[in-house]
């Protein structure tokens, strides 16, 4: 079965048919849907519910276990929320429309109608804005705490504390996220790992795996180069395709 990937704003849409996924922990928020059936999912103290569609808080320790069915892995930018409860039915028809159209509208309508999500700017505060624009900006911008705190006017450890609460992940799960946007991007081009990895400041092909696989619970290769179709959307309104 081909996977599918689907990237824009911010924001990613992955499907794919999945076994289980050990314990790892996302860098974003995520939305999880079963496409098939209802799926297990352990929380850090290993209590195991069953859903047909879950809220998972980003970088919370979980492990998941699809069955072999197939599942939508909807990943929200850092910092934002759902205010309604999470319904498969109306989230698994605004999926497969947002697939099988590859557009931008169907793509924003799955966010704004099926999940309630309209943009979602950081509500924080100057500082910590100033820290999350320099965390996404390119990879060769220093991004330690320490450097970090200096050039807002702050000590590191309350833009460490303050960053963590007003944006809802640590600093380096959100310079996290904006990597990983980035790799996906440029593998979606059909940029081999090794330069994906390269690109966005990773050490080697090695290094992107091991944190990939921590993050997602599954390595890069199965995600990038066994049949993925994918299209990554300009949110101003062109889109491009693989």
Same mark, same amino acid.
């Given at each position: 079965?081909? #996977?599918?990937?689907?990237?824009?704003?911010?924001?990613?849409?992955?499907?794919? +048919?999945?076994? /289980?996924?050990?314990?790892?922990?996302?860098?974003?928020?995520?939305?999880?849907?079963?496409?098939?059936?209802? $799926?297990?999912?352990?929380?850090? /103290?290993?209590?195991?519910?069953?859903?047909?569609?879950? $809220? *998972?808080?980003?970088?919370?320790?979980?492990?998941?276990?699809?069955?072999?069915?197939?599942?939508?892995?909807?990943?929200?930018?850092?910092?934002?929320? !759902?205010?309604?409860?999470?319904?498969?039915? =109306? !989230?698994?028809?605004?999926?497969?429309?947002?697939? &099988?159209?590859?557009? %931008? /509208? %169907?793509?924003?309508?799955? $966010?704004?109608?099926?999940?309630?999500?309209? %943009?979602?700017?950081?509500?924080?505060?100057?500082?910590?804005?100033?820290?999350? /624009?320099?965390?996404?900006?390119?990879?060769?911008? =220093?991004?330690?705490? &320490? @450097?970090?705190?200096?050039?807002?006017?702050? #000590?590191?450890?309350?833009?460490?504390?303050? $960053? +963590?609460?007003? *944006?809802?992940?640590?600093?380096?799960?959100?310079?996290?996220?904006?990597?990983?946007?980035?790799?996906?991007?440029?593998?979606?081009?059909?940029? #081999?790992? @090794?330069?994906?990895?390269? &690109?966005?400041?990773?050490?080697?092909?090695?290094?992107?795996?091991?944190?990939?696989?921590?993050?997602?619970?599954? %390595?890069?290769?199965?995600?990038?180069?066994?049949?993925?179709?994918?299209?990554?959307?300009?949110?101003?309104?062109? #889109?491009?395709? +693989?």
């Amino acid at each position: 079965m081909k #996977s599918h990937l689907l990237l824009g704003g911010g924001r990613a849409l992955y499907v794919g +048919r999945f076994h /289980e996924l050990r314990r790892h922990r996302f860098a974003a928020n995520a939305v999880l849907v079963g496409l098939d059936d209802a $799926f297990a999912l352990a929380d850090s /103290e290993g209590r195991v519910e069953h859903h047909e569609a879950t $809220f *998972v808080r980003g970088w919370q320790w979980h492990s998941l276990d699809f069955h072999g069915g197939r599942v939508a892995m909807l990943f929200l930018e850092p910092g934002a929320n !759902l205010h309604h409860p999470v319904d498969a039915g =109306p !989230l698994r028809g605004a999926i497969e429309a947002a697939l &099988a159209a590859r557009h %931008p /509208e %169907p793509w924003t309508e799955l $966010f704004q109608h099926a999940l309630h999500l309209g %943009p979602s700017p950081l509500a924080v505060d100057a500082r910590i804005a100033r820290v999350a /624009e320099l965390l996404a900006t390119p990879v060769d911008v =220093p991004a330690d705490a &320490a @450097t970090l705190a200096q050039r807002v006017g702050a #000590s590191t450890s309350l833009v460490e504390h303050r $960053f +963590r609460e007003q *944006v809802g992940v640590p600093m380096g799960a959100f310079r996290a996220w904006h990597r990983m946007q980035v790799a996906t991007t440029l593998a979606l081009q059909g940029r #081999s790992l @090794t330069e994906v990895a390269h &690109a966005a400041g990773f050490y080697d092909s090695a290094h992107f795996s091991r944190f990939f696989h921590g993050m997602f619970g599954l %390595p890069p290769s199965k995600v990038f180069t066994q049949g993925l179709t994918g299209t990554v959307f300009d949110t101003r309104g062109a #889109s491009a395709n +693989r």
